[in-house]
């Protein structure tokens, strides 16, 4: 993911990392018992 795209997203993955029930599993990718929750991912401008 683009590091401008991470800033952007920043203040939503640090609240994110706050619950100690989610685990990130990657950068911008969270489990909720073991199971994927919710991940970010950039597609380009041309979406």
Not at 18 to 47: K, M, N, P
Request: hydrophobic share 40%; proline share 2%.
């Amino acid at each position: 993911m683009k590091a401008e795209t991470l800033e952007t997203l920043r203040p939503l993955l640090n609240m994110l990392r706050g619950y100690s029930v989610l685990e990130e599993v990657q950068t911008a990718a969270f489990h909720l018992d073991g199971r994927d929750f919710i991940h970010f991912h950039y597609h380009g401008a041309d979406r």
